[in-house]
């Protein structure tokens, strides 16, 4: 197994790290200022327009697509482009600068991947040049969502148009005011087979009957200027040609969208974590308790190594499991994706807790972004399917591969 990046991602990394040096780092907590000062706490800061025209320039534009979707993306494979997210995922906004950000990211794959013509040319030229975002709606707070099955918003066919009614929540991406469009995900027939149930359909932002109820907090973060959303959806009509590659194909344009969305976050999560890591050494090194430093304590040696330790463990199977899609395709690595899922969300949680300790009290403020970090990978527990179901489905085809290799194996003499 070769344990280097290719030299095409290794230019990217440093010309990424120099962005990130350069415009990224030195304005983190201006950009901070600027949402928490804001008239319109949704309203995108300008300074964000700014930075996004200068990665543009940078050629750091639309790096997730891979391959199949030249020219629209980078052409970048998954394993080529973790070390990059990772790179993002040190600064929690910094992905939106380089049009990589969630939801987006998975909305611009499935119109990429099964929207038609017209579809495309409305919605994903638009959010690949970076003018609009979009939102993702799937879970509801009536039912437990975790099984999509449950989802109880229902989309009728009257004619020419399809008729939405329901209610959402954790809607990403809803409050910004940028946000145009939604990809909701809901039943068209109720008594189909289990998985032909769901269909994925197009709801422009200010389509009559669709109301923002309120920003939905994520442990106590609202994620400004982006947010998540609970949204009503009250007799809305959309035109029939909103739908997403054909009724009852809901769950197949989830999976399209879900297996690289799910290695995506665990990829920014190892950035987060990694950066929890420096930020600890740096404090350790520089903070006098008990009058010598914290470094030459015992107990902060074993809890930097141990840190250290997980992160590797977290960010070898990641890049495990995107070479495994790049080869053989996300069905084949889905017990990877899946081990991925639950492993780097709760190391990012414990490594970034230590962090916090190191930090004492400066650790949970609004000075450091480590609180934030914190949050967002105990969100991701529960984002993209929560760790139980993962651990459920793993389990599952494991042994039903034992099982079968079992029944394989030829007798012996």
Same mark, same amino acid.
Request: hydrophobic letters at 40%; a negative charge.
């Given at each position: 197994?070769?344990?280097?990046?290719?030299?095409?991602?290794?230019?990217?990394?440093?010309?990424?790290?120099?962005?990130?040096?350069k415009?990224?780092?030195?304005?983190?907590?201006?950009?901070?200022?600027?949402?928490?000062?804001?008239?319109?706490?949704?309203?995108?800061?300008?300074?964000?327009?700014?930075?996004?025209?200068?990665?543009?320039?940078?050629?750091?534009? #639309?790096?997730?697509?891979?391959?199949?979707y030249?020219?629209?993306?980078?052409?970048?494979?998954?394993?080529?482009?973790?070390?990059?997210?990772?790179?993002?995922?040190?600064?929690?906004?910094?992905?939106e600068?380089?049009?990589?950000?969630?939801?987006?990211?998975g909305?611009?794959?499935?119109?990429?991947?099964?929207?038609?013509?017209?579809?495309?040319k409305?919605?994903?030229?638009?959010?690949l040049?970076?003018?609009?975002?979009?939102?993702?709606?799937?879970?509801?707070?009536?039912?437990?969502?975790?099984?999509?099955?449950?989802?109880?918003?229902?989309?009728?066919?009257?004619?020419?148009?399809?008729?939405? #009614?329901?209610?959402?929540?954790?809607?990403?991406?809803?409050?910004?005011?940028?946000?145009?469009?939604m990809?909701?995900?809901?039943?068209?027939?109720?008594?189909?087979?289990?998985?032909?149930?769901q269909?994925?359909?197009?709801?422009?932002?200010?389509?009559?009957?669709?109301?923002?109820?309120?920003?939905?907090?994520?442990?106590?973060?609202?994620?400004?200027?982006?947010?998540?959303?609970?949204?009503?959806?009250?007799?809305?009509?959309?035109p029939?040609?909103h739908?997403?590659h054909?009724?009852?194909?809901?769950?197949?344009?989830?999976?399209?969208?879900?297996?690289?969305?799910r290695?995506?976050?665990?990829?920014?999560?190892?950035?987060?974590?990694?950066?929890?890591?420096?930020?600890?050494?740096?404090?350790?090194?520089?903070?006098?308790?008990?009058?010598?430093?914290?470094?030459?304590q015992?107990?902060?040696?074993?809890?930097?190594?141990?840190?250290?330790?997980?992160?590797?463990?977290?960010?070898?199977?990641?890049?495990?499991?995107?070479?495994?899609?790049?080869?053989?395709?996300?069905?084949?690595?889905?017990?990877?994706?899946?081990?991925?899922?639950?492993?780097?969300?709760?190391?990012?949680?414990?490594?970034?807790?230590?962090?916090?300790?190191?930090?004492?009290?400066?650790?949970?403020?609004?000075?450091?972004?480590?609180?934030?970090?914190?949050?967002?990978?105990?969100?991701?527990?529960l984002?993209?399917?929560?760790?139980?179901?993962?651990?459920?489905?793993l389990?599952?085809?494991?042994?039903?591969?034992?099982?079968?290799?079992?029944?394989?194996?030829?007798?012996?003499?």
């Amino acid at each position: 197994m070769n344990f280097e990046y290719n030299d095409n991602t290794t230019a990217l990394m440093d010309r990424l790290n120099t962005f990130m040096d350069k415009e990224v780092y030195p304005i983190e907590q201006e950009y901070i200022k600027s949402v928490e000062q804001a008239e319109n706490r949704w309203q995108t800061p300008a300074i964000m327009e700014s930075l996004k025209a200068k990665a543009k320039e940078a050629g750091l534009w #639309n790096l997730f697509l891979p391959n199949e979707y030249l020219p629209l993306g980078a052409g970048l494979s998954n394993l080529e482009y973790a070390p990059l997210c990772e790179i993002m995922g040190r600064v929690p906004f910094s992905a939106e600068i380089f049009n990589c950000s969630a939801p987006d990211t998975g909305n611009m794959e499935v119109l990429a991947k099964y929207g038609s013509e017209t579809q495309r040319k409305t919605w994903l030229e638009p959010l690949l040049a970076g003018d609009i975002r979009s939102a993702f709606a799937m879970t509801e707070p009536e039912v437990a969502s975790s099984d999509a099955t449950n989802i109880e918003t229902a989309i009728r066919r009257e004619g020419d148009e399809y008729v939405i #009614n329901g209610r959402k929540w954790y809607t990403s991406g809803a409050m910004n005011t940028n946000c145009k469009v939604m990809i909701v995900m809901g039943k068209t027939d109720f008594d189909a087979p289990r998985h032909q149930q769901q269909s994925q359909i197009l709801v422009p932002m200010d389509t009559p009957g669709v109301t923002v109820v309120r920003p939905m907090a994520a442990m106590g973060y609202f994620d400004e200027p982006i947010g998540h959303a609970e949204v009503l959806f009250d007799n809305v009509r959309v035109p029939a040609d909103h739908l997403i590659h054909g009724e009852g194909r809901g769950f197949e344009v989830a999976q399209g969208r879900l297996g690289p969305g799910r290695i995506h976050h665990c990829m920014r999560l190892i950035g987060c974590a990694q950066r929890a890591l420096d930020m600890a050494c740096s404090r350790v090194d520089s903070r006098i308790a008990f009058g010598r430093p914290l470094a030459k304590q015992q107990s902060v040696r074993e809890s930097i190594a141990s840190m250290y330790c997980e992160i590797e463990q977290a960010r070898l199977l990641t890049l495990k499991a995107a070479d495994k899609m790049d080869r053989y395709g996300n069905k084949v690595a889905r017990d990877l994706i899946a081990a991925i899922k639950i492993v780097a969300p709760a190391m990012a949680c414990r490594v970034i807790d230590a962090s916090i300790q190191m930090h004492g009290a400066a650790g949970t403020s609004q000075d450091l972004p480590l609180a934030a970090m914190y949050a967002y990978a105990r969100t991701i527990r529960l984002a993209d399917g929560p760790d139980q179901v993962h651990m459920m489905q793993l389990g599952k085809n494991l042994i039903a591969e034992t099982a079968a290799s079992r029944r394989n194996e030829v007798p012996s003499d």
